[in-house]
């Protein structure tokens, strides 16, 4: 059993920056991590991922370039480093522990997810 909890979600102007963080309640080496994020009416999307031990990372084209993701498996946490947001950017944006075959690769496809946050909310707007 794994929880992680996210935080840092706000209100932000267009231009902004925000870091989002992802805590867990127990050891996270064992998982890949991905962040997801969904806005209303609108179908969960996957936004990053990062593999177990961090050489591999992989970014929507949305926030290609402007999106960060990192993770620290002493303290089992994962960040999310959002830069240049814009208001398309506006959700709920999850973090969530993934399990796949290969341990250097991971996945921004729910499928793949095992663990769920509840969610940090996001907005963008002046």
């Known amino acids: 059993q794994l929880q992680v909890v996210e935080s840092g979600g706000g209100l932000v102007q267009p231009g902004g920056s925000l870091t989002l963080s992802c805590t867990a309640s127990?050891?996270?080496?064992?998982?890949?991590m991905s962040w997801f994020r969904q806005a209303p009416g609108k179908e969960r999307e996957g936004v990053s991922c990062?593999?177990?031990?961090?050489?591999?990372?992989t970014y929507a084209d949305s926030v290609k370039g402007r999106f960060t993701i990192s993770r620290d498996n002493v303290k089992n946490t994962v960040s999310l480093q959002m830069n240049n947001l814009n208001p398309e950017d506006s959700a709920v944006y999850y973090c969530?522990?993934?399990?796949?075959?290969?341990?250097?690769?991971?996945?921004?496809?729910?499928?793949?997810?095992?663990?769920w946050g509840n969610g940090t909310l996001v907005t963008v707007s002046s």
């Open positions: 990062i593999s177990k031990i961090g050489g591999y990372k």
């Open positions: 127990g050891t996270l080496d064992d998982y890949t």
């Open positions: 969530a522990a993934g399990r796949l075959v290969l341990n250097t690769l991971c996945s921004i496809r729910t499928q793949y997810m095992v663990y």
